[in-house]
C-alpha cells in the first residue's frame, strides 16, 4: 500500500469499486510528526490548537544621560601647579586684607570726624549762648566792664569792628541812662565742621531808659553768630541780624 502524506487525499472507492474520490484529511501532530521523518518529502506546516505566545522584552534600564564631570582635586595637580595656585591664594588673601583695612581706616575717620563736628557744634552753641547774652547787654554805670566782657568773646579782629559800635552805642546809653539786659531764648545750630559753627540765636532785650520812662521794654531779636575755633575757646566771628 503506498504512504500517504499528511494533507494528501486518499482515494476512496464508491459502492461500485470503480470511482475514486479524494477527501482532505486534517493533520494530526503524530501524523506531522511521522511525516516529517519520512526521507525525501517535504515537511508540512500544520496549525497548532495553541495560539502562540509572543514573548515580551521587558525594556534595558535608562542609562544616565549626563554623567558627572569628575571634580578635579588639589591633591591631583602637580607640584608647580599646587605651588602656583598657593601664591595666588595668598596674594589674593594679601590684597583683600589691604583692602578691609583701608576701608576700616576710612571709616573710621569718618566715625571720627563726624564725632568731632558733633562735638564741636555743641561747644560751639554753650559758648554763642554766653557770647550772645554778654555781648549784647550793658549797663550805661559800668560801661567799660560791659564792653570788656564783651570784646573777651570775640576774635582780635571782630573785637576792633565792635569798639566802634560800642562807642555809639555807650554814648547814647549815658544821655540816656539806659540798660540792657540780653536773654538768650533759643540757640540753633545752621551748619558747622570741627573748626566753624553757624548759629542762628533767639535773644529778648529788656531795655530801661529815660525814654522808656524807666519802664522795661522787651526786644525780641534774631541773630546770626559766626563762632571758630580758638584752641580751647570758641570765639564770636561775627554778629549779624536777621
Do not use: C
Not at 588673601?93 to 571709616?107: E, F, H, P, T
Not at 554763642?128 to 554778654?134: D, L, P, S, V
Not at 552805642?169 to 539786659?181: F, I, M, P
Amino acid at each position: 500500500m503506498p504512504r500517504r502524506i499528511a494533507g494528501q487525499r486518499r482515494p476512496k472507492r464508491d459502492h461500485e469499486g470503480t470511482a475514486e474520490s479524494f477527501e482532505v484529511t486534517q493533520a494530526t501532530p503524530e501524523a506531522s510528526e511521522q511525516a516529517s521523518e519520512l526521507p525525501g518529502d517535504t515537511p508540512t506546516i500544520t496549525q497548532s490548537d495553541e495560539q502562540p505566545v509572543s514573548k515580551r522584552v521587558e525594556p534595558a534600564a535608562d542609562q544616565a544621560s549626563e554623567q558627572a564631570e569628575p571634580e578635579a582635586k588639589s591633591d591631583d595637580l602637580p607640584a608647580g601647579s599646587r605651588s602656583r595656585v598657593s601664591v595666588v591664594l595668598a596674594s589674593a588673601l594679601g590684597i583683600l586684607l589691604v583692602l578691609i583695612m583701608a576701608l576700616a581706616g576710612v571709616l573710621g575717620v569718618k566715625a571720627w570726624k563726624g564725632k568731632e563736628a558733633e562735638d564741636a557744634r555743641g561747644q560751639a552753641a554753650a559758648a554763642g549762648r554766653k557770647a550772645a547774652e554778654t555781648a549784647l547787654s550793658y549797663d550805661y554805670r559800668t560801661l567799660d566792664k560791659s564792653f570788656a566782657d564783651a570784646r573777651a568773646t570775640m576774635t582780635p579782629d571782630f573785637a576792633g569792628k565792635f569798639d566802634a559800635t560800642a562807642k555809639v552805642a555807650g554814648e547814647l546809653a549815658t544821655k540816656t541812662k539806659a540798660t540792657v539786659r540780653a536773654e538768650v531764648r533759643e540757640v540753633g545750630v545752621r551748619d558747622g565742621d570741627a573748626d566753624r559753627v553757624t548759629l542762628i540765636i533767639f535773644v529778648n532785650q529788656t531795655t530801661t531808659s529815660t525814654i522808656t520812662q524807666g519802664k522795661p521794654r522787651i526786644d525780641l531779636n534774631r541773630t546770626r553768630f559766626t563762632m571758630v575755633r580758638n584752641g580751647d575757646q570758641w570765639l564770636v566771628q561775627e554778629i549779624a541780624g536777621l
